[in-house]
């Protein structure tokens, strides 16, 4: 399903499981750093909340996957947004904003995203589109993973 135009003329969709390939293609490039946090699982069972950005010719351009909880049915979760290393055209602020929408028509109240605390960039981005953050949380993913939580109410 198209989805209404991001900035720059790129467009959005949701995600296929298909397109896992593509997107663990640039992750680590995208990051400068090797992420093996996405796994196809994502895609296969969250692609209908997930949103893929796709420029001229269907160049990746950028991604959300996320997920409303089963669990905790107020909240609804980003594991992962990356877009091209071409920062601040507001592709991501767009598609976060597309994510919020989908939570809402589905009585979310909260979206929730974590980082390591010393991801100073994703921490920036955040609380530049509005999340509060806790301190880092230690062991949040196992010993020596410590994260901080985000939170945004919708």
Known sequence: MALPAAPGGVT???????????IIAVMDAWWDKPTGLLN???LD???GTSLIAEGAGGALTGFVVGFLSPSR??????HFTGVAPRRRTG?????????????RRN??????????PQNSRSIAFHTAKGFAYSE????????????VVFARRL
């Open 73 to 78: 049915t107020d909240e609804a979760h980003i």
């Open 12 to 22: 959005t969709r949701t995600v296929r499981p298909e397109d896992y390939d593509a």
């Open 91 to 103: 592709l991501a602020r767009s598609l976060h904003e597309q994510f919020f929408a989908t939570a």
């Open 40 to 42: 196809r699982l994502h």
């Open 107 to 116: 009585d979310h109240k909260v979206v929730k995203a974590i980082a390591s």
């Open 45 to 47: 069972h969250f692609h």
């Open 136 to 147: 880092p949380v230690a062991g949040y993913d196992g010993p020596g993973q410590d994260r």
